[in-house]
């Protein structure tokens, strides 16, 4: 199972949201080339909105520490902000700690 890392907090409305739609056509991307997919920025971002909760990594950090533990590798999607982002650098400390094989997807190659 890959989890997927990409940049969300952002203090404009309009950029969480092209940053989710980001992760949902990357999580999409690596699905139809028969990857299991799991992507926090898809999952907590509806949830989040939905239901007036935190937008940032510290909120969702145990949700994120708990499956990227149990994912086999990482993928980060370099979407505009990603070597910016306190919680893609969280995530990937984490993950290469835990001896996580990381992968850095270009969002221009083909992603988008």
Known sequence: MI???CP???HL????????R???IAAAKLMAD????????????P???ENDLGLDWD????NDVYFIGICDEMAVLKYPGWDQSEGVESEIR??????????????????Q
């Open 22 to 24: 980001a992760a949902n």
């Open 8 to 10: 969300y907090s952002h």
């Open 3 to 5: 989890y997927l890392a």
């Open 13 to 20: 409305e309009g950029v969480r949201k092209a940053r989710f």
């Open 59 to 62: 909120f969702w950090r145990p």
């Open 47 to 49: 949830i989040a909105v």
């Open 34 to 45: 028969g990857h299991v997919v799991y992507s926090a920025i898809s999952m907590s971002h």
């Open 94 to 111: 984490l993950a290469k700690s835990m001896g996580k094989k990381i992968r850095y997807l270009e969002w221009d190659d083909g992603i």
